[in-house]
Structure formats: C-alpha cells, structure tokens
C-alpha cells in the first residue's frame, strides 16, 4: 500500500479495537467525543500526502509512493526534504501536534538501516527489525512510543521499583515469543495509534537483575492484555472558534498497562542487553533523525507565537512600546536560531557506518537542550500582551445573540471588529492559559527528558578542549607582559 490518505487512516481505527479507559471503558475510540478532533487533524494530515503538496510529503521508490519521513537519507539535500515534509505537517498545527507520525518513521528509518548493531546482540533482531521497518513503511500505521517508568520510587533502580512490580518487564518466553507485564508512560496518542513502540529504558544499570526490563519491541495498540489509561480531555467541547487549538490538537496521553502480554518473536527487536538498551537510539542514529523532525516541529512552534505575538500587539496598538518590540524580537531571534540549527546539522553531516547521512547532532542538541525552558517564556509573554483582554471572550454564540451589539462596540480593537479580536484571542488563551496550553508546556518541558539530565548529557558530550584552549591561550599571551 502507498503512503495513506485519510480514509485509509479512518479505516484502520475501525478495524481495531483498543482497551481504553476514560472515565470508564470507551466502547469506540471513534465515535468517542475526546478524540474526534485529534483524529480529525490526524485525517487531515493523511490526506495532505495526496494533495498538493505530495511530492514533498512523499517520495517515490519502485513505482510506489512512501511517506517523506520514510526516506533513507543519502546526502544533505535529502535531510532537506525530510525537514520540508516535516515543516508542513508541523505548519498544520503551529507545531501543537507533537506526536504526528513522522518524529517514530525518523526513528524507523535510522532503526532499519543499523542491522548490524541489532545483529551484534542477535541476527535475528536485525531480521526483524528490517522486517518491522519494511512492514511500517509499506503500510504507513501511525506509531507511538512509550518510554519511561511508573513514578513509584525515582530513588531505585527499574528492578526495585514497587518490588519489581511496576516496571515493564519479561516475566516468560517461549517457542511464541516474551510475555510481559507491568506499565509504562507516557504514550501520546495510544488509543488512536496503531502501532506502539516499546522503546529501551536508557537509564538500566547493567547487572543481571536489569536484564528482564531490557527489551525493545513492537505491539498492535489493541493486542490482548494491553491497557490504555487515558488522561481526562483538556478541550471542553466547544466550537473550533470558542478553542481554536484544543478543540482541534489535543492529543490524549496514556498509560500502558501490559496484563501478561505475549510479544511474538517477530516483534522482538532486543532483548537482554541491558547496555545496549542504554545506547540503541544513540548509537544508530536514531537519536539524530528524530531529533532532525522534533526540531523542526519547535522551530514552527516558535514562529507561531511569534506570529500570535505581532498579530496580538499590533491589534490593540501596543507594538510601538519598547518592551513589547524587546519581547516579540527575542521570539523571532529563537525561531531563527532554530532554523540555523537545522541547516548546521543537514550541512555538517556525514555518512555514518550504516551508510545514511546522519545530520550533525551538536546543533540539534544544544536547541533540544534549550528549547524545553526557553519555551515556557512564549505562553508567559502571550498572557503579559494579552493581559486582562484574555480573561474578557465571550462564547461565539453570544457574539451573534442579543449581546452582539456590546460585543462589537466594547471588544473592538484598533485594526479588527469585535468577533475578529475576540477570535484571535481565544488562540492566545488558547495557547497560553487554557489546560491545553498548561500540558502543551508539561509535554515540551519534558520532551526529551528531564532538561537538567538533558544539559549534564549535552556537557558529557561536547567537547570543550576548544574554549579551554582559548582561555590558556589568552592566560598565556597576559603572563608574558
């Protein structure tokens, strides 16, 4: 099958039937309210892959046409297209989407490239990892990933957690494969993806007692045992005018709670190697593809509250005062910072020892590694143009009933009637005081991990003899007056 539509997508979620709870058991996913606007979005992306922008969200290869995000690349130009496929999907959303199938088929591609780092533990991983891959980008499923552990104790080791208990883990196999139990958080999206990626813990110390949380595998999002956990909706069943962002972009997040699940062999990808499991992402460049997409989606996010920002000031004719102007340039200068990053990483790249051009990692990592606090600002600077003007929206209907006439006078601005302001500043709430906005800075907080463990990872990994070399050079040119 070529890269899907979004009929394709629709049909496939009526043709599974995951185990999810919210607010008791959701019979349908898709006739469930919480999530008809996400999937909604999710079909719109789909079908973009046969409009008119095809040839850049997709690529052709033996007479058949694959999503972009499934293009090995070859050389920078290629990393090019793979960030220009990205930027449309991220454009659809202003970036709010953050688990939209492109950032897991990065991972895949880089996964199935690196047969022989999965072959060093076992051949037939790499097997089925090539297999796994192949299957994925044939069928264009919509993936999401689940990493971390239940927060029991942060204390101990994955082994100790609730006496090692909670934690995913491998408790039996046999001639049909690992059969696992416990949970794992947090998966974005779960009960409307089809696919979940059982990513390695990369925090195992490497004794025996790790090795049965050591694994990496592929399950369908409703196999027997599996349940999905879901958060309560953070857009409250307005109109798209009332919740521009949440009534359209909210992505539900779940917890994985693995019943005594059987992961047949063909799914298994690692297993038992509790270093490896550390450094899989890392060592065969996934890390870096993935990294490639995630930045590229934060950079779009950044200029769209840069937009929001002009758009908000110049409306009520605040954009003439020094600290406004002050504000709204630090916003652009991050999304230009962002989209230097981007083009460092594709220029300075390289082929790796799998043979695809791996984008320099030093550009992308230190924006990952900023960009989770520094994005905090963006909402924060949105309430301050905003101020008081965000806590005075009216619902649409009342814009047009008998109060259509206070509206119109009163919540007029400079440059737009009433209806106009009061739109435009429902996305301000939207983006900086709703829920929705509250988990969207939970989410990019900790996107990629803890930051603090993030900035001790990007120090480990720079190599600072260079600015040293600087400071000695000029200590030594000063002892010589």
């Known amino acids: 099958m070529p890269a899907r539509n979004g009929a394709s997508y629709i049909d496939s979620l009526k043709q599974m039937n995951p185990s999810v709870y919210l607010d008791g058991k959701v019979d349908s996913v898709i006739d469930h309210p919480a999530f008809a606007g996400v999937i909604r979005s999710y079909t719109d992306l789909y ?30 130009d290629d990393l090019v297209r793979r960030r220009s496929a990205a930027r449309e999907w ?75 208990e909670t934690t995913l883990r491998v408790v039996a196999q046999d001639d049909s494969g690992i059969t696992v139990s416990g949970a794992r958080m947090v998966a974005t999206n779960a009960p409307i993806a089809n ?33 999905l956990l879901a958060r309560r909706p953070l857009a409250y069943g307005n109109s798209e005018f009332d919740e521009p ?25 690692l297993l038992g190697h509790p270093a490896k499991s550390n450094a ?62 981007l083009r460092a990483a594709e220029v300075d790249g390289k082929i790796n020892e799998y043979g695809f051009f791996q984008p320099d990692m030093a550009p992308l990592a230190a924006i990952r590694t900023w960009f989770p606090r520094y994005f905090q600002t963006l909402p924060e600077t949105i309430r301050k143009f905003g101020a008081s003007g965000l806590t005075a929206l009216p619902y649409e209907s009342d814009m047009s009933g008998e109060i259509a006439g206070d509206a119109s006078r009163y919540l007029q ?41 993030m900035a001790s990872a990007y120090l480990a990994s720079t190599d600072t003899s260079d600015y040293r070399d600087l400071v000695e050079r000029m200590l030594k040119r000063t002892r010589e007056f």
């Open 47 to 76: 079908d973009m892959q046969e409009g008119e922008k095809q040839d850049i969200l997709t690529f052709e290869e033996n007479g058949s046409r694959y999503a972009t995000s499934f293009l090995v690349p070859k050389s920078a």
């Open 90 to 164: 991220a454009e659809y959303s202003g970036g709010m989407l953050g688990r939209t199938g492109d950032y897991l088929n990065a991972a895949l591609t880089a996964l199935g490239q690196a047969r022989d780092w999965f072959a060093e533990a076992d051949e037939q991983f790499a097997i089925n990892i090539e297999n796994y891959v192949r299957w994925a980008k044939e069928s264009d499923v919509l993936l999401t990933a689940t990493v971390g552990s239940p927060q029991t104790n942060r204390a101990v080791s994955a082994a100790e957690q609730g006496g090692g």
């Open 195 to 227: 696919e979940i990626l059982v990513m390695p813990q990369t925090v195992l110390r490497t004794g025996v007692d790790d090795k049965p949380y050591s694994f990496a595998f592929a399950v369908p999002s409703d196999i027997e045992g599996l349940r």
């Open 245 to 269: 962002l949440a009534s359209r972009f909210e992505e539900i997040d779940a917890i994985c709670v693995f019943d005594n699940v059987l992961v047949p062999w063909d799914r298994v990808f």
């Open 280 to 341: 899989m992402l890392t060592d065969t460049g996934a890390t870096a593809l993935m990294a490639h997409q995630s930045v590229t989606r934060t950079t779009v996010k950044t200029e769209f509250f840069a937009g929001l920002l002009v758009e908000m000031a110049e409306t009520i004719g605040i954009d003439r005062y020094g600290h406004i102007q002050d504000d709204t340039a630090q916003a652009i200068m991050a999304a230009t910072m962002g989209r230097s990053a």
């Open 413 to 453: 601005s400079k440059t737009l009637p009433g209806r106009d302001r009061v739109h435009l500043f429902n996305m301000g709430f939207d983006a900086a005081v709703s829920s929705f906005a509250g988990r969207q800075g939970l989410y990019e907080y900790y996107f990629h991990g803890d930051p603090l463990r």
